[in-house]
Nanobody
């Protein structure tokens, strides 16, 4: 099993910055990719950013140029640097990890979510 511990959410004014962290632990053989999703009230969960073990990244159009995803493979940790935050970035942010953890195929694991609130 894989456990994910997220940190770094909070309340910030528009234009401000936050940095989210997510540390994965457990019986991890290898991590394929790590990412962040978010879900605003009344909306579907959406991909914010993802990064592969090789460092390839993918971003939602709405955050390109403002958010940066990175990872520390040695620590099994993924980060999301969020700059120039907007009120529409307000959501619960979830860490997602796709990994082999004592299984024959990779599975998705999810964090408990961290609230990000951007005031105007």
């Amino acid at each position: 099993q894989v456990q994910l511990v997220e940190s770094g959410g909070g309340l910030v004014q528009a234009g401000g910055t936050l940095r989210l962290s997510c540390a994965a632990s457990g019986t991890i053989f290898s991590i394929i990719y790590m990412g962040w999703y978010r879900q605003a009230p009344g909306k579907q969960r959406e991909l914010v950013a993802a990064i592969t073990s090789g460092g390839s990244t993918n971003y939602a159009d709405s955050v390109k140029g403002r958010f940066t995803i990175s990872r520390d493979n040695a620590k099994n940790t993924v980060y999301l640097q969020m700059n120039s935050l907007k009120p529409e970035d307000t959501a619960v942010y979830y860490c997602n990890v796709n990994a082999f953890a004592g299984t024959k195929r990779a599975y998705d694991y999810w964090g408990q979510g961290t609230q990000v609130t951007v005031s105007s």
